[in-house]
C-alpha cells in the first residue's frame, strides 16, 4: 500500500514564527501535492511537484513556499505564519506515467495547523 | 471556467436505503473524474475514477457512480447505506495539463450522515 506520512498531526504556532510541514511518500511517485481544506471550500492546491527541484504554483501560494530535494519528500513552509493560515493541511502524490495523466492521488493523513 | 460543483453540503439516509451523493462539473475537453471518501481525522482516500468506457464506474466499499456527459454530471450512489458510510465526500475533476503539470479541481465536499 502506498503511504503518505506527514510530520506532525497537529501543531500551534504564534503569528509570524516560520513554519516547517514535511510529508514523505514511499512509493516513488513523481507527482507530490500541498492541498489546504477548509470547510464549505473544499480542497485548494497551493504548490505541487513534478520532479526533484521542480514545483508549480497551485491557486493559493501567497504566503506559502515549498521544497523538494529529493523524490520522497516535499515540505511546505509558511515564512511568515499568520492567523489566516489556520487550516488542514494536506499532502498527496500520484504517479505520473504521461502528460495526461489520470491517477488517483494518495492523501496524508493532514496536519491541523493552528496560528495563535 | 473550469469547475465542480456539489450542490448538497450534507446527505441524510437510513441505513439500509440507497444513497446518492450528487456531482457536476465544467471542464474543457474529455473529464476524468474522481470519487474520494474522507473518514473523521483521516486523509482523503480514493473511491473510484472514471477515465473512459462504460458510463457506470465501481469502486470500493460497494460505491459506483454514473458518468452522464450530456447532464455534466457523476453522482456517487450506493444501493444500501451502512452507518460506517457516515463520512465527508469529495468529487474531484482532473482538468487539462496545467503549465508543464496537471491539476485536479475538488468540489466542496458533500457530509453524508447514515442514520440507524
Known amino acids: 500500500d502506498v503511504k503518505v506520512t506527514q510530520s506532525s498531526r497537529y501543531l500551534v504556532k504564534r503569528t509570524g514564527e516560520k513554519v516547517f510541514l514535511e510529508c514523505v511518500q514511499d512509493?516513488?511517485?513523481?507527482?507530490m501535492f500541498w492541498y489546504r481544506q477548509d470547510p464549505g471550500l473544499g480542497l485548494r492546491l497551493i504548490y505541487f511537484s513534478y520532479d526533484v527541484k521542480m514545483k508549480e504554483k497551485g491557486d493559493i501560494p501567497e504566503g506559502y513556499s515549498v521544497s523538494r530535494e529529493k523524490k520522497e519528500r516535499f515540505s511546505l513552509i509558511l515564512e511568515s505564519a499568520s492567523t489566516n493560515q489556520t487550516s488542514m493541511y494536506l499532502c498527496?502524490?500520484?504517479?505520473?506515467?504521461?502528460?495526461?495523466?489520470?491517477?488517483?492521488?494518495?492523501f496524508g493523513p493532514g496536519t491541523r495547523l493552528t496560528v495563535l | 471556467a473550469q469547475s465542480v460543483a456539489q450542490p448538497e453540503d450534507q446527505v441524510n439516509v437510513a441505513e439500509g436505503n440507497p444513497l446518492t451523493v450528487k456531482c457536476t462539473y465544467s471542464?474543457?475537453?474529455?473529464?476524468?473524474l474522481f470519487w474520494y471518501v474522507q473518514y473523521p481525522n483521516r486523509g482523503l482516500q480514493f473511491l473510484l475514477k472514471y477515465i473512459t468506457g462504460d458510463n457506470l464506474v465501481k469502486g470500493s466499499y460497494g460505491f459506483e457512480a454514473e458518468f452522464n456527459k450530456s447532464q455534466t454530471s457523476f453522482h456517487l450512489k450506493k444501493p444500501s447505506a451502512l452507518v460506517s458510510d457516515s463520512a465527508l465526500y469529495f468529487c474531484a475533476v482532473r482538468a487539462q495539463p496545467y503549465t508543464g503539470g496537471f491539476k485536479t479541481i475538488f468540489g466542496a465536499g458533500t457530509r453524508l450522515f447514515v442514520k440507524a
Open positions: 498527496a502524490s500520484s504517479l505520473r506515467l504521461a502528460l495526461l495523466s489520470y491517477n488517483e492521488q494518495f
Open positions: 471542464v474543457s475537453g474529455n473529464p476524468y
Open positions: 512509493m516513488d511517485h513523481e507527482n
